[in-house]
């Protein structure tokens, strides 16, 4: 079991652009949360994913939006982009919230210049 | 609103000396805690949770309601256990929010 991956693992984009990032939840996990972290922060809550809808959402603006696909795959789409959006984007998976444990990838990386 | 606080950005201590990393919190109904940890060069994952009531690699962390803290405590630290260690809070709904985090070095 190759855990959770995500993609790609760094990009650069300028001011303006969009981005698309990608997530394969751990296998049989069916819930995915993505996460924002600044340089020097915890993780800060974007929203989360289950049975292909947004079941909760962070204070983060409408330009991140996001899918879940039927395979539990996910997207996290940002519109857009400031220079503020430069962060690691880590998603995590688990099911259905079981225990509350969180599965994490080892992120994507994103410069905005 | 939820909020997880974690006074110390660094902790540095010897090999075998006790270690305490803190961890407040504020949420008015009854939260689950966890503990995650970032070892170098891996991923974050999940150290121990307060519902366990388990100890995981020495560490044991005790929910104090009154106190509104979950503080991870290790009598001896080892110079393996050097890493980022975050608090973490469920309240009610899905999300899982978490403290800044508390880089925790041992010295030999």
């Known amino acids: 079991d190759a855990g959770v991956t995500q993609s790609p693992t760094h990009l650069i984009k300028t001011r303006g652009q969009q981005v698309t990032l990608r997530c394969s939840p751990k296998?049989?996990?069916?819930?995915v949360s993505w996460y924002q972290q600044a340089l020097g922060q915890g993780p800060q809550f974007i929203f989360q994913y289950y049975e292909e809808e947004e079941r909760q959402r962070g204070n983060f603006p409408d330009r991140f939006s996001g899918h879940q696909f039927p395979n539990y795959s996910s997207e996290l789409n940002v519109n857009a982009l400031l220079l503020g959006d430069s962060a690691l984007y880590l998603c995590?998976?688990?099911?259905?919230?079981?225990?509350?444990?969180?599965?994490f990838g080892e992120g994507s990386r994103l410069t905005v210049l | 609103a939820q909020r997880v606080t974690q006074p110390e950005k660094l902790l540095s201590v010897f090999k075998g000396a006790p270690v305490e990393l803190k961890c407040n919190y504020s949420y008015s109904g009854s939260p689950e805690l966890f503990w995650y940890v970032q070892y170098s060069r891996q991923r974050l994952q999940l150290l121990l949770r307060?519902?366990s009531r388990e100890s995981i690699k020495g560490f044991t962390a005790d929910l104090n309601k009154g106190e509104t803290s979950f503080h991870l405590k290790k009598p001896f630290a080892q110079e393996e256990d050097s890493a980022m260690y975050y608090c973490a809070l469920r309240g009610g709904g899905f999300k899982t929010i978490f403290g800044a985090g508390t880089r925790l070095f041992v010295k030999a």
């Open positions: 296998s049989g996990h069916d819930t």
């Open positions: 995590a998976s688990s099911f259905r919230d079981s225990t509350g444990e969180l599965f």
């Open positions: 307060h519902i």
